[in-house]
């Protein structure tokens, strides 16, 4: 049973937790030596978004035409109940899952990237330049600019670039222009391919590109698809919307589950309801993650965003923006630092987490009963909050408690079918 909201019912301000956390978010801060970081940051942002880093108004008011461009994107999105999910597992709990999923380029990365390509446009750019991961924030980004008439530049971590050609296609489809990163475009890239030729880069090392491809052409700017205090803010659209649909139904979270890369689905999806946690609501929230990049179990220090130390310093859960870690195929996760907001509720002891095994037989296994009982498949990435979702349910089985676990599935993984067929042998 899907619950939708009426176009009339969405949501036409996004959610600020600036405004209600215990205590502030500690500021982004310059190292000890070298130039300062934070005097470049208007050089690095969107000047709105850059505004919005640090605002601590509760409600951000959301453009009318970036409304429209939701609607466009299919917003609002159903909530849909996993009745055949529950009966299989023959669990008490209720299973709720948001669908992100109908997105026009396969996620929730589309929800932050038309709001920074319109304020881009806005601001006079003609040019995007970004990292990606596992290639959905690029593709967003590409569709993105291409609604709004800018042009893309995307450096693409080349561990997963190389295996994902549809979505180079579809990136290009857009008009984007798509490197290998570490590629040959960059300082930062050359001397890391003269290092290892096949160096499968990270995305602390695509951030470094785009930052520095933007910096070199006053006609660009930068834009960053998750982390940021921005981009969590556009995306708590998600969690706006959830929180109505459970209104409507006359429900109430217990859990709420989502993947954790840098934390910007997690935070769209989960920010709302923090809100309620931090005023004394009794709610779980769990991070799904990759045992890879661990990085909610890492040190809660300040440490920079991107490999080439570009940026200022964040303080935020992370494992060293130098860290070695191996790619895999939620390669969207493999992230050394985590979004200084939801690291700070995580300090004050708001947010668990869970890190799956590297070889992602677990989570794909689970991906696999998600999708015989309800037809969607996830993508590689939102396949951890599935599985996390699934792991609660069997728990509520064991403690025969009747829970209701809603979890956010921030993609769909249409271009990610050899990920799948690798992992499970298909
Ligand atoms: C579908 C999907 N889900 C989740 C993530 C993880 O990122 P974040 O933590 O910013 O949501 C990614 C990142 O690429 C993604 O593509």
Redesign the pocket.
């Known amino acids: 049973m899907a619950t939708t909201l009426p176009p009339d019912e969405m949501p036409t301000h996004w959610y600020n937790i600036q405004a209600d956390l215990p205590e502030p978010v500690p500021p982004p801060k310059d190292p000890d030596e070298g130039p300062s970081r934070l005097k470049a940051l208007p050089e690095m942002l969107i000047s709105e978004c850059l505004r919005q880093e640090s605002t601590t108004e509760r409600w951000v008011t959301i453009p009318e035409e970036i409304l429209e461009l939701y609607a466009q994107a299919g917003r609002p999105r159903p909530l849909i109940r996993a009745r055949r999910l529950e009966k299989v597992l023959g669990t008490p709990a209720k299973l709720y899952y948001k669908a992100e999923f109908y997105s026009p380029t396969?996620?929730?990365?589309v929800n932050t990237a038309l709001a920074q390509a319109w304020y881009a446009k806005r601001e006079g750019y003609e040019r995007l330049a970004t990292e990606?991961?596992?290639?959905?924030?690029g593709t967003a980004l590409a569709y993105a600019a291409s609604l709004v008439g800018l042009k893309t530049t995307i450096y693409w971590v080349r561990a997963v670039y190389d295996w994902k050609a549809e979505r180079r296609a579809f990136m290009r489809l857009y008009g984007a222009e798509v490197h290998a990163s570490p590629s040959k475009e960059t300082k930062v890239g050359r001397a890391l391919l003269k290092q290892n030729p096949r160096h499968p880069g990270s995305l602390g090392i695509a951030v470094s590109e785009g930052l520095e491809d933007a910096r070199s052409d006053e006609r660009a700017i930068y834009c960053l698809?998750?982390?940021l205090n921005h981009?969590l803010l556009h995306q708590t659209i998600i969690g706006l919307e959830t929180k109505r649909q459970f209104e409507l139904l006359g429900e109430d979270p217990d859990v709420l589950v989502s993947?954790?890369?840098?934390?910007?689905?997690?935070g769209g999806f989960t920010l709302p309801f923090l809100a309620d946690a931090i005023h004394g609501k009794d709610l779980r929230f769990i991070a799904a993650q990759s045992e890879t990049a661990p990085n909610l179990q890492g040190e809660y220090r300040y440490d920079f965003a991107d490999h080439a130390e570009l940026t200022p310093m964040l303080k935020m859960y992370t494992l060293g923006h130098k860290k070695e870690m191996k790619p895999i195929k939620g390669d969207?996760?493999r992230?050394h630092g985590c979004a200084p907001v939801l690291s700070l509720l995580r300090h004050l002891g708001y947010i668990d987490t869970v890190a799956y095994p590297v070889d992602e037989k677990h989570v794909f296994t689970r991906a696999r009963q998600f999708i015989q009982a309800e037809g969607f498949l996830p993508?590689p990435?939102?396949a951890y909050s599935v599985a996390c979702a699934i792991d609660e349910a069997e728990r509520c089985k064991e403690a025969g408690e009747a829970k209701t676990i809603a979890f956010n599935i921030?993609?769909h993984g249409f271009m990610d079918m050899p990920g799948y067929a690798e992992v499970l042998g298909l």
């Open positions: 396969g996620s929730h990365k990606t991961g596992a290639g959905q924030w698809g998750s982390v981009v993947s954790l890369g840098g934390g910007s689905n997690f969207g996760l992230y993508a990435e939102s921030s993609g």
